[in-house]
DNA sequence: CAGTATCCCCGCTGATACTG
DNA sequence: CAGTATCAGCGGGGATACTG
């Protein structure tokens, strides 16, 4: 039998489940929208409004992803015109620790990577 | 001016260098690449050996993009025929953490993500 | 308002072959 | 051993147009 708990503490596992969650959860526009809708719930328009630079094509994808993964829920309300809003799940905010952890990673450390980048780039040139 | 650490409190930035960053440093093979690093150095082959999934051309892209971004280290014993060890980097060392959070929200929400896909797909057929 | 439906491209990936 | 070189395929992603 096999302890994960301790064995997790030494070298963790990456298998094919794990890595595909973490590319669907993580993927380019997914933080972004979970980034607004742990602000609040959003309808599809003002989440396209809060994150520019995304398609309408992406950002359904996204949001149908997530939801798909009950990162997220889809309340559709019958009114002319329809209303959709989208709101974080329980499970979604689970995320929240965990990945606020790496954007404060990448926020602190950004710059020696920057740096590392152009010291890379300069002896290779 | 701008008082990031009060703002991240309430929503993190998630602007076009950290994603980049982001995607280089968790891409498809960098995990697994980090994960064995962290244990100890590694030559080219073992490396292969480890991940059996990737290719040489992968394998050489990833570890080029990680030396890079300052997170692994190239070392390039002269013998014949040559020896290249890598190992991880203090910088990289400070990966360790987030990503360790990361897998293991994964490990832990595994189960319930894979009951949320099946009520979806279940659902929507 | 909240999406679908198409078309198209290009960038990543893998497969394969070759080399100092 | 530790790569580089080349080619091919396909899938994600954007641009655009249309719809209940």
């Known amino acids: 039998m096999r302890d994960t708990t301790t064995a997790r503490a030494e070298e963790l596992r990456i298998d094919a489940p794990h890595r595909e969650l973490l590319d669907q959860v993580l993927d380019k526009w997914s933080l ?29 994808a996204t949001l149908r ?25 329980r499970l979604g905010k689970t995320l929240r620790a965990p990945v606020d952890a790496l954007l404060e990673w990448a926020d602190t450390y950004l710059p020696q990577i920057e740096h590392a980048r152009k010291a890379f780039d300069a002896e290779t040139e």
């Open 32 to 60: 972004s929208v979970l980034n607004e809708l742990c602000e609040r719930p959003c309808r599809f328009n003002e989440l396209r409004r809060a994150v520019p630079a995304v398609t309408q094509k992406s950002l359904t």
């Open 65 to 89: 992803r997530l939801e798909r993964n009950g990162i997220i829920e889809r309340h559709v309300v019958a009114t002319r015109p329809v209303a959709v809003e989208y709101r974080i799940t």
